[in-house]
């Protein structure tokens, strides 16, 4: 089956919403599977949010938004994704939650020549293909942050990922207006394996006391002409989220450059997760 009509994502946190938008406002009809019934609700309004502000800042008319919204459909049970042709995975970046999911999917998607993507960032693909009974079929698709307006999406086959199922992913990709590159079944693929050390090092830089927060991001943004500086982009992407990535790299290598820095740990203890939890390495309104 070439041509995607329906999709399903699971998960609908910051990647799993913007995938789920990207996708219908590109023409699929997308379903979207949470938990729970306050989940699925949260991550309709987040959905919802994102297209909104997109109508105020000029991106996407009303009916634009109107139709987008109509070929979304939310859910609590990942059974409703039976009839899915492609679904991709976005829940928390934690091996045995995207291995359960991965797992029920196999059993639930009807079709048997559907592709289970995972937009796992750091955890091997082989791990979670070798839990289905579709190795041939699962591949990593990783998305980046915010989805609407980065254009690259990875492509990781695993060493079980059919030839068929490259392709498909990556024509796949293209309709949803995103460019790819293929990257290594290793953690961190190419993107996160290069920036992930860059942002720990910006960490250790505060942890020890050689520079602001401030002065760090603004070398990077005005020196560099990076969009933002490390330190804003680790609160962009959530420092749990960071902080598992690390620890994946580090479990792989064993390369001290990826090892989390203790204030990396305690700012994730203490529930300062970045924007998303309203603090990070800055303040955010609720
Ligand atoms: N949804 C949709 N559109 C958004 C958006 C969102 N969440 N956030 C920003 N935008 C759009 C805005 O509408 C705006 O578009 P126009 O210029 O056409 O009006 C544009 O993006 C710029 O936004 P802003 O003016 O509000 O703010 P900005 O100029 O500071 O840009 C940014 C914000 C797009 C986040 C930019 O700072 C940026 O690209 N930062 C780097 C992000 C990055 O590196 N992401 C990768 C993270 S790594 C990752 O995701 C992988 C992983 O596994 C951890």
């Known amino acids: 089956m070439d041509s995607v009509t329906r999709l399903g994502v699971v998960g609908c946190g910051l990647m799993g919403s913007g995938i789920a938008e990207v996708a219908a406002r590109h023409g699929l009809d997308v379903r979207v599977a949470e938990a729970t019934p306050e989940a699925a609700e949260t991550g309709r309004r987040r959905v919802t949010g994102s297209l909104d502000r997109g109508v ?3 991106k996407l008319s009303e009916e634009e938004r109107d139709g987008a ?5 939310f859910t609590h049970d990942l059974g409703d994704l039976a009839d899915r042709q492609f679904v991709v995975e976005a829940v928390a970046e934690n091996r045995d939650i995207k291995t359960e ?3 029920s999917l196999d059993k639930v998607v009807e079709d048997p ?3 289970l993507a995972t937009n796992t960032s750091s955890i091997p693909v082989v791990d979670l293909a070798v839990a289905t009974g579709r190795p041939g079929q699962v591949i990593g698709m990783h998305f980046f942050n915010p989805v609407p307006v980065q254009r690259l999406v990875e492509v990781i086959p695993a060493l079980t990922t059919s030839a068929d199922t490259v392709r498909r992913t990556r024509d796949f990709a293209g309709r949803l207006g995103k460019q790819t590159v293929q990257a290594p079944d290793r953690a961190g693929f190419v993107v996160n394996a290069l920036l992930i050390p860059y942002l720990l090092g910006a960490v250790r830089m505060v942890e020890s006391g050689g520079a602001r927060p401030e002065d760090i991001d603004q070398g990077m943004e005005l020196g ?3 969009p933002m500086g490390p330190l804003r982009l680790l609160d962009l992407i959530g420092l ?5 990535i690390a620890e994946s790299l580090y479990e792989e290598f064993k390369e001290p450059l990826y090892g989390p ?3 990396l740990r305690r700012m994730v203890a ?3 997760l970045g924007r998303k939890s309203g603090r990070g390495f800055y303040a955010y309104d609720a």
């Open 56 to 58: 105020r800042r000029g």
């Open 69 to 73: 919204l109509a070929r979304l459909s």
């Open 101 to 103: 999911v991965v797992r």
């Open 113 to 115: 020549s559907a592709i």
């Open 224 to 226: 560099c002409a990076h």
């Open 240 to 244: 749990d989220t960071a902080q598992a």
């Open 261 to 263: 820095p203790a204030l």
């Open 270 to 272: 203490a529930g300062h």
